[in-house]
């Protein structure tokens, strides 16, 4: 099909992070499928984080030390993985092609994993970058002996005569035929399946035959001596496995209220590609419901996403401590600390009557060249387990400088009776309604400022 201007801020959007006027404008006229094509190719063009370095003292064994000694290492370790949310949350920010940041988003999720070590979480996620558009089954393989998921669902307990059954089960319910789709048994005999994995301080993985259970297991009413691939290769046979994955891609990538008819299309054809995401997102991304105007805002922004767009509209600095992981905290999504083994409640768990609040009035708070004041907001929040890694409570205040120059830029080449039009389009990815346009002056710097801090602060923004 082909694009309007409308059907690429959309695709932009949903694919990666929004994208400028300049760059929709080359797109105007031509067919889906180039730009599905598109997306594919900017996507392998992705480089492994290298932020956190081997050597990095939060990675030095605790043992033998004194108190002090643990609670610098704490501290250490604290500090180095708010550093890789940071530089993340950049990468997000600054590239042109957001399509791998949002596919290694989706996949942070979907295999959410919570440890206190910044090595493992970026080995994760450098593993989860380099598999993220190939077949599920190798990001599956992955993820068995990936040092973050052995420590956190305790697979590196999993031994021959001394069961723990807490990463099969997961892999069952979260990772891929879904909850309802196996029985105890299957549990049971899954764990006994993937015994003898483990890893060193380093997260340096290896696989140990003394500790696997090396016997017939029952999977599925299947018999055989599996192992971690032939488990794998169960699973992937079974269409709800297909299924139960292209649900949470619709869900990501369409829309919050699910459609039957298209999940299955979706599964039907991820399970005959033998599930490969690249050949999924391509049909997504060219397909014409992906397009249908029902589709357009039919998201909420997740608050990293809600950062994000904010960001790469109006680059912000900050004096002093960089508080975006603080503000990431107080609208309930800290990258690289999901809440639990599922992931973050999507749609719209993410507003309720003060995150909502809060969210409308942050393009205010963060694109004003004044110190802004938390206190209230932090005081309402119970402490847990993101203001522990966090060294305890947000910062009350911080100062930032917006630079509107990009945006300014974007705009200079529309013809006055055209900027109204543009600049919202830009901002919310619709044809704007009259009464937004009416209401919008742009006479001077200052308007168009004022113009964009007033589009944010719309419920409308919060939509993607």
Same mark, same amino acid.
């Given at each position: 099909?082909?694009?309007?201007?409308?059907?690429?801020?959309?695709?932009?959007?949903?694919?990666?992070?929004?994208?400028?006027?300049?760059?929709? =404008?080359?797109? #105007?006229?031509?067919?889906?499928?180039?730009?599905?094509?598109?997306?594919?190719?900017?996507? #392998?063009?992705?480089?492994?984080?290298?932020?956190?370095?081997?050597?990095?003292?939060?990675?030095?064994?605790?043992?033998?030390?004194?108190?002090?000694?643990?609670?610098?290492?704490?501290?250490?370790?604290?500090?180095?993985?708010?550093?890789?949310?940071?530089?993340?949350?950049?990468?997000?920010?600054?590239?042109?092609?957001?399509?791998?940041?949002?596919?290694?988003?989706?996949?942070?999720?979907?295999?959410?994993?919570?440890?206190?070590?910044?090595?493992?979480?970026?080995?994760?996620?450098?593993?989860?970058?380099?598999?993220?558009?190939?077949?599920?089954?190798?990001?599956?393989?992955?993820?068995?002996?990936?040092?973050?998921?052995?420590?956190?669902?305790?697979?590196?307990?999993?031994?021959?005569?001394?069961?723990?059954?807490?990463?099969?089960?997961?892999?069952?319910?979260?990772?891929?035929?879904?909850?309802?789709?196996?029985?105890?048994?299957?549990?049971?005999?899954?764990?006994?399946?993937?015994?003898?994995?483990?890893?060193?301080?380093?997260?340096?993985?290896?696989?140990?035959?003394?500790?696997?259970?090396?016997?017939?297991?029952?999977?599925?009413?299947?018999?055989?001596?599996?192992?971690?691939?032939?488990?794998?290769?169960?699973?992937?046979?079974?269409?709800?496995?297909?299924?139960?994955?292209?649900?949470?891609?619709?869900?990501?990538?369409?829309?919050?209220?699910?459609?039957?008819?298209?999940?299955?299309?979706?599964?039907?054809?991820?399970?005959? =590609?033998?599930?490969?995401?690249?050949?999924?997102?391509?049909?997504?991304?060219?397909?014409?419901?992906?397009?249908?105007?029902?589709?357009?805002?039919?998201?909420?922004?997740?608050? #990293?996403?809600?950062?994000?767009?904010?960001?790469?509209?109006?680059?912000?600095?900050?004096?002093?401590?960089?508080?975006?992981?603080?503000?990431?905290?107080?609208?309930?999504?800290?990258?690289?600390?999901?809440?639990?083994?599922?992931?973050?409640?999507?749609?719209?768990?993410?507003?309720?009557?003060?995150?909502?609040?809060?969210?409308?009035?942050?393009?205010?708070?963060?694109?004003?060249?004044?110190?802004?004041?938390?206190?209230?907001?932090?005081?309402?929040?119970?402490?847990?387990?993101?203001?522990?890694?966090?060294?305890?409570?947000?910062?009350?205040?911080?100062?930032?400088?917006?630079?509107?120059?990009?945006?300014? =830029?974007?705009?200079?080449?529309?013809?006055?009776?055209?900027?109204?039009?543009?600049?919202?389009?830009?901002?919310?990815?619709?044809?704007?309604?009259?009464?937004?346009?009416?209401?919008?002056?742009?006479?001077?710097?200052?308007?168009?400022?004022?113009?964009?801090?007033?589009?944010?602060?719309?419920?409308?923004?919060?939509?993607?």
């Amino acid at each position: 099909m082909r694009l309007t201007r409308e059907d690429i801020f959309h695709a932009f959007a949903r694919a990666g992070f929004g994208c400028d006027h300049s760059t929709a =404008s080359k797109w #105007v006229g031509k067919n889906s499928a180039d730009l599905a094509t598109y997306f594919l190719k900017e996507s #392998v063009k992705a480089t492994a984080f290298d932020l956190i370095r081997s050597d990095d003292p939060s990675l030095l064994s605790k043992k033998g030390l004194t108190k002090e000694e643990r609670d610098k290492v704490e501290r250490n370790s604290r500090m180095s993985q708010i550093d890789l949310n940071k530089f993340w949350l950049n990468k997000m920010i600054l590239t042109d092609s957001g399509y791998i940041e949002k596919l290694t988003f989706f996949w942070h999720d979907h295999f959410a994993t919570k440890v206190f070590n910044p090595w493992y979480i970026q080995k994760q996620l450098n593993t989860i970058r380099s598999l993220a558009l190939g077949p599920f089954k190798n990001l599956l393989l992955a993820m068995v002996s990936d040092p973050a998921m052995l420590i956190f669902l305790n697979n590196q307990q999993n031994r021959a005569g001394a069961i723990n059954e807490n990463f099969a089960r997961e892999f069952l319910e979260l990772f891929t035929i879904g909850r309802g789709n196996y029985s105890e048994t299957d549990i049971k005999e899954t764990a006994r399946a993937l015994t003898g994995w483990r890893t060193d301080i380093k997260g340096n993985s290896r696989f140990e035959p003394r500790l696997y259970d090396n016997s017939v297991k029952t999977i599925f009413g299947k018999k055989g001596n599996f192992g971690a691939e032939e488990v794998i290769d169960l699973v992937l046979a079974d269409k709800r496995t297909a299924k139960f994955i292209a649900s949470k891609f619709y869900a990501f990538y369409i829309s919050d209220d699910p459609d039957e008819k298209i999940i299955n299309e979706m599964a039907e054809f991820y399970y005959k =590609s033998d599930y490969d995401t690249s050949k999924l997102l391509v049909y997504i991304f060219s397909s014409d419901f992906f397009y249908q105007n029902k589709y357009h805002g039919a998201r909420i922004k997740s608050p #990293v996403e809600l950062l994000v767009g904010i960001y790469r509209l109006v680059p912000v600095r900050y004096e002093g401590d960089d508080p975006n992981a603080n503000l990431q905290r107080l609208m309930g999504q800290v990258l690289l600390f999901p809440p639990s083994v599922a992931g973050w409640s999507w749609g719209k768990a993410w507003i309720d009557s003060s995150s909502l609040l809060f969210r409308l009035e942050l393009p205010a708070k963060i694109l004003s060249v004044a110190y802004v004041d938390l206190a209230e907001t932090e005081r309402q929040m119970e402490p847990n387990d993101e203001a522990r890694m966090m060294g305890g409570r947000a910062l009350a205040k911080f100062k930032p400088f917006a630079n509107w120059s990009k945006i300014e =830029s974007d705009l200079n080449g529309v013809s006055k009776n055209e900027k109204k039009n543009t600049l919202v389009e830009i901002m919310l990815r619709v044809k704007p309604k009259n009464y937004v346009v009416e209401s919008i002056e742009l006479h001077d710097q200052t308007s168009i400022k004022n113009a964009i801090i007033e589009l944010m602060a719309l419920p409308e923004y919060q939509l993607t």
